[in-house]
């Protein structure tokens, strides 16, 4: 059987395209995801900035009644990873971890992004609980209080001026010296009244109690330590596309990718090749918020519908 839309992945892009796609009348539809439904979220202890959604909810609460949403008009939900997907003439393969291959008419990749890690100590630990790779998401929470950021590229430092608006103080930690970022940027940064720069200086570990994150002991390049109290600590220190699976035999992209490797889209979320469309944190420029992944995940399957109904009828 070939599907009529395969959706790789099952957050929020992946299960709204999920929704849209199955609820819009495409009658085979299924989401290959490895783990549970509901992505990156559910590593989050508190969402404040779902529309609609009032009061004290986790990301795994948010997230918990999307698969079933789905489930009701139809959207079937394989667990497994998905290797690589490729395009035999206009059908697409969908090569899993198994062995086994899926074919489809569409596809829509959601697949995520993945914030690295600066790897000190308790950062993973107190991920969601203070410590936090996105300001947007997180900023709010520390209104008024004290925050350190740790990077030193464009990011980290347009994060530190977003978050200088809105917290008392912010420690700008840094490895080296000077920093990565476009010169107007260090200027701002420079000239902010509220933003401390800690240069030549690591992050050695983040501690906190039961209410999440209390401070973070940073090392200099001369050895000394230093104790930062602080609720919120911001790791800026890139961010890597969940693109593997666009990746063909010969090492090439099945698709348009930007030089980060961030999949290229037009509005409508159309890749460069027909019939394959991305969605969510993977796409180039994506905001990476819950609603903006849901967004591209129904305006993805609105594409998929109409090269579908084109394609076969
Ligand atoms: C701690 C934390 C807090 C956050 N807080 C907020 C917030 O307050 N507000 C907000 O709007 N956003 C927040 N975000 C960002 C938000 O989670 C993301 O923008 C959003 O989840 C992106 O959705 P997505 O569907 O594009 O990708 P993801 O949520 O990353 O989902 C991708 C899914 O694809 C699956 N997958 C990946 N590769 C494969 C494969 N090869 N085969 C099968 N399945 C695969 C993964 O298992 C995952 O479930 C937060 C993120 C984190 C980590």
Redesign the pocket.
């Known amino acids: 059987m070939i599907l009529d839309c395969a959706i790789?992945?099952?957050?929020?892009?992946?299960l709204t395209a999920g929704l849209y796609t199955t609820r819009g009348g495409l009658e085979n539809v299924v989401m290959?995801?490895?783990?549970m439904?509901?992505?990156?979220?559910t590593?989050?202890s508190e969402?404040?900035?779902?529309p609609g959604v009032t009061g004290e909810i986790s990301?795994m609460d948010l997230m918990m009644p999307w698969p079933e949403q789905c489930q009701k008009f139809g959207l079937k939900h394989e667990m497994v990873?998905?290797k690589r997907i490729s395009k035999d003439g206009d059908i697409f393969k969908i090569h899993k971890e198994d062995g086994s291959i899926s074919q489809a008419h569409s596809v829509i990749v959601?697949?995520?992004?993945s914030?690295r890690r600066a790897g000190f100590a308790g950062e993973d630990e107190l991920?969601?609980k203070g410590v936090?790779?996105?300001a947007t998401?997180?900023g709010f929470f520390y209104k008024g209080k004290e925050v350190a950021v740790i990077g030193g590229g464009d990011t980290a430092l347009e994060e530190a001026l977003y978050l200088a608006k809105i917290c008392s103080k912010v420690y700008l930690i840094h490895r080296r010296d000077s920093f990565r970022a476009a010169p107007n940027t260090v200027k701002r940064v420079e000239n902010s009244e509220n933003i401390e720069l800690i240069l030549n200086t690591t992050p050695e570990e983040v501690y906190g109690d039961n209410m999440g994150v209390v401070g973070i002991k940073v090392k200099n390049s001369d050895g000394e330590i230093r104790d930062i109290k602080a609720p919120g600590v911001f790791v800026f220190v890139g961010n890597d596309v969940?693109n593997?699976?666009l990746i063909q035999e010969d090492g090439s992209f099945l698709c348009d990718v930007s030089k980060q490797g961030d999949i290229i889209v037009d509005i409508s979320m159309k890749t460069s090749v027909e019939g394959l469309f991305a969605?969510?944190?993977?796409r180039i420029a994506a905001p990476?918020?819950?609603?903006s992944?849901a967004g591209d995940g129904a305006v993805a399957a609105l594409q998929a519908i109409s090269y579908v109904d084109e394609k076969l009828n």
């Open positions: 790789i992945g099952g957050g929020p892009a992946g290959f995801e490895k783990g439904p509901g992505g990156q979220i590593q989050s969402i404040e900035n779902y990301g990873e998905v959601c697949t995520g992004s914030p991920l969601g936090s790779t996105c998401c997180d969940n593997q699976t969605a969510g944190d993977m990476k918020q819950v609603v992944a």
